[in-house]
C-alpha cells in the first residue's frame, strides 16, 4: 500500500518533494491542506496545483513530464492565421475574472462534470483579488468568446484553464497570452497535463526535473504583482498576426 502525506488545513508545514510524486497515477504529490493563497502560491514555486473533483480531498499534483508552452513558439494554424486578418474581436485582460472560471468551469459535451469547484473558484478569485491571478479575455462586441486564467508567479505562468464560445475563442486567447507573455520575458506557460489539443497548439512536453530547474530560476525572477489592465490594453485580434 502506498501511503500519500497528508497536510493539515491552515498549517504552515512543506509539502514534499516533487520527486517522490507517484508514477501511477502520474504527479500525486499529497492530499489535504487548504487553498489559502498563501499555500496556492507556495505550491505554484515549487511546480506543484491542486487537481480534484467535487466530493474528494484537496489532491496536489507535480506530473512527469510536465506539459508547457515555450511562448515565442505557439502554432498558429493557416486556418487560424486567415481568421485572425479579418477578426474584429477584442484582446482584454483582468475585466473579467470571474466571468472566464465561470465559463472554464461549464459542462461541456465530453466534460459534463468540472473540477473547478465553489471552493477552487473562490480561492483563486481571492488570488485575482490580490494581483497574483489573471484572466485574458475575448471578446466579440460585448459578448466574451473566449478566455484564459491562470496565475504569475515571478517570470513563470501557470495556466489552469481556458474555453471557447465560438470557433477559435480558446486558441484566440491563448495566442494572445503567450504573445503578451514573451513580450515580458516569460519564456515559458505551464499547461500542466498533456493532451492531443494541446500539442496540436505547439505545447511541448519536459521532464520534471528540467521544468523544475525553470520554475525555480523564473519564479525568482523580478515579476510584477498586480492588475493586467494596463498591461494588455484593448487590442484588436487581428494585430496579432502583425
Known amino acids: 500500500m502506498v501511503r500519500i502525506p497528508i497536510l493539515r488545513a491552515g498549517s504552515d508545514e512543506a509539502f514534499p518533494d516533487v520527486a517522490t510524486a507517484l508514477n501511477e497515477p502520474n504527479g500525486l504529490l499529497a492530499v489535504g491542506g487548504d487553498l489559502s493563497p498563501r499555500r496556492l502560491l507556495d ?9 480534484y473533483s467535487r466530493g474528494e480531498p484537496i489532491l496536489w499534483w507535480s506530473p512527469d513530464p ?3 508552452f515555450e511562448t515565442n513558439r505557439i502554432h498558429l494554424s493557416t ?8 477578426c474584429d474581436w477584442t484582446i482584454r485582460a483582468d475585466t473579467a475574472f ?13 466534460q459534463p462534470s468540472t473540477w473547478i469547484t465553489r471552493e477552487m473558484f473562490e480561492a483563486y478569485c ?32 501557470f495556466g489552469e ?13 491563448l495566442f494572445a497570452l503567450c504573445c503578451s507573455l514573451h513580450e515580458w520575458g516569460f519564456p515559458l506557460l505551464d499547461a500542466q497535463v498533456r493532451s492531443e489539443h494541446l500539442v496540436s497548439l ?7 526535473a528540467e521544468f523544475m530547474r525553470q520554475v525555480e530560476m523564473q519564479t525568482a525572477a523580478a515579476g510584477f504583482i498586480g492588475p493586467w489592465r494596463d498591461r494588455i490594453a484593448a487590442t484588436n485580434a487581428c494585430d496579432l498576426t502583425r
Open 98 to 110: 470571474a466571468d472566464v472560471m465561470r465559463a472554464c468551469a461549464a459542462p461541456r459535451p465530453k
Open 126 to 157: 481571492e488570488l485575482h483579488n490580490l494581483g497574483h491571478a489573471h484572466s485574458l479575455e475575448v471578446y466579440a462586441g460585448d459578448d466574451l468568446v473566449g478566455g484564459i486564467y491562470g496565475v504569475a508567479v515571478g517570470r513563470m505562468f
Open 66 to 68: 510536465r506539459m508547457v
Open 43 to 51: 505550491a505554484y514555486r515549487h511546480g506543484i496545483f491542486p487537481w
Open 202 to 208: 505547439g505545447a511541448i512536453e519536459m521532464p520534471r
Open 161 to 173: 484553464s481556458m474555453f471557447g464560445a465560438r470557433a477559435n475563442g480558446s486558441k484566440i486567447a
Open 79 to 86: 486556418k487560424l492565421r486567415r481568421f485572425l486578418r479579418h
